[in-house]
């Protein structure tokens, strides 16, 4: 980040008897300062405003919903307000990609994690069908392709908490063919394939990037937003992490199950073809799955190349194991 430039690090709702304001924490180069962003006459408002705009800073999936939803009644002086925040908050994490660890650390009340994500896209009273009837499963208007908005969700609560899972075992896979511990401790790669065969001879530096990968994108789904590809290894992470959440919800009923019990059902939950289609900026990577050969060091670079239009991770965020 350069001296002259401003980060938006987070925001707090601040509540006095009198008003309610949301402070935005902001960083010109030369540390954390509060600055007061908006006004309420009443709590929740402010409360919500402020956790709708970290959401914003980190790409949460609902994070521009729960905006409209707070902004509707809200003042015209906030709304003006806000209005100019947001395409600075936009860009804000292309120029700075460790300006949300701070939002990222905040404690949250209530809906957190996978719960982030919704469950469906119908808004109740929608301008193309009229009120929606048990999420449009039975709506002429979107059987005809005439709503754009009551469209199925890509990710769901459930679908995000199975794709965690996979996430989880498969970058424990990789950290143990790094390691040589677990499964892997005769450097053989483990059962689950988390590492393609065209890695497998890897060193230890490489096998803990790209065991990382599986975390990066797991930090993705915890604080609700897309699991979102920033470089090669990322890309194949995701593919076979979708694979193997599609197999774990075939074949452990008892693992889901339990996955499944805090979290509320939706007509879109497991649809993996979808995340296939949405999550991928291309398939070029494709052929690498099942490539046996082992690629030469200039080729295995590659794979941790950051892609220009993707926010690229946080350079200090560290290794679980
Ligand atoms: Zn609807
Ligand atoms: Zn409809
Ligand atoms: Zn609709």
């Known amino acids: 980040m350069s001296a002259?430039?401003?980060?938006?690090?987070?925001?707090?709702?601040?509540?006095?008897?009198?008003?309610?304001?949301?402070?935005?924490?902001?960083?010109?180069?030369?540390?954390?300062?509060?600055?007061?962003?908006?006004?309420?006459?009443?709590?929740?408002?402010?409360t919500i405003l402020a956790s709708a705009l970290n959401g914003y800073l980190l790409h949460q999936v609902t994070a521009e919903r729960r905006l409209e939803v707070v902004l509707d009644g809200a003042p015209a002086p906030v709304r003006t307000a806000i209005s100019a925040l947001l395409p600075i908050l936009a860009a804000a994490t292309a120029d700075d990609p460790a300006a949300p660890r701070v939002a990222r650390?905040?404690?949250?009340?209530?809906?957190?994690?996978f719960l982030l994500f919704p469950t469906t896209n119908c808004p109740g009273q929608c301008e193309?069908?009229?009120?929606?009837?048990?999420?449009?499963?039975?709506?002429?208007?979107?059987?005809?392709?005439?709503?754009?908005?009551?469209?199925?969700?890509?990710?769901?609560?459930?679908?995000?908490?199975?794709?965690?899972?996979?996430?989880?075992?498969?970058?424990?896979?990789?950290y143990d063919l790094a390691y040589?511990?677990?499964?892997?401790?005769?450097?053989?790669?483990?059962?689950l394939g988390a590492v393609p065969a065209c890695v497998?001879?890897?060193?230890?530096?490489?096998?803990?990037?790209?065991?990382?990968?599986?975390?990066?994108?797991?930090?993705?789904?915890h604080v609700g937003r897309y699991p979102t590809p920033t470089c090669t290894a990322e890309e194949i992470a995701l593919?076979?992490?979708?694979?193997?959440?599609?197999r774990i919800y075939c074949d452990e009923h008892e693992l889901v199950a339990d996955l499944e019990a805090e979290l509320p059902a939706s007509r879109s939950d497991y649809n993996w073809d979808t995340l296939q289609d949405v999550l991928?900026?291309?398939?070029?990577?494709?052929?690498?799955?099942?490539?046996?050969?082992p690629l030469d060091p200039q080729e295995i670079e590659r794979w941790f190349d950051e892609f220009g239009n993707i926010p690229p991770r946080d350079q200090h965020r560290g290794f679980r194991r």
């Not at 929606?132 to 039975?138: A, L, Q, S, T, Y």
């Not at 230890?204 to 994108?217: G, I, M, S, V």
């Open 180 to 191: 040589r511990t677990g499964m892997c401790q005769d450097s053989v790669p483990g059962p």
């Open 128 to 174: 193309f069908c009229g009120p929606c009837r048990n999420d449009c499963v039975d709506c002429s208007e979107c059987a005809d392709g005439g709503c754009e908005i009551c469209l199925p969700v890509t990710l769901t609560p459930r679908t995000a908490a199975v794709l965690g899972q996979a996430l989880a075992v498969l970058a424990d896979e990789a």
């Open 239 to 246: 593919d076979l992490a979708i694979q193997d959440a599609e």
């Open 200 to 221: 497998a001879n890897q060193d230890q530096w490489f096998l803990r990037r790209y065991a990382r990968a599986f975390d990066d994108l797991s930090s993705d789904l």
């Open 280 to 293: 991928f900026q291309d398939k070029d990577y494709e052929g690498l799955l099942t490539y046996r050969v």
């Open 4 to 46: 002259t430039s401003k980060s938006y690090l987070a925001f707090v709702p601040r509540h006095t008897p009198s008003a309610h304001e949301v402070l935005a924490m902001i960083d010109h180069g030369d540390g954390p300062e509060a600055e007061s962003l908006a006004s309420f006459s009443d709590a929740p408002s402010a």
């Open 105 to 113: 650390q905040l404690p949250t009340v209530g809906d957190g994690g």
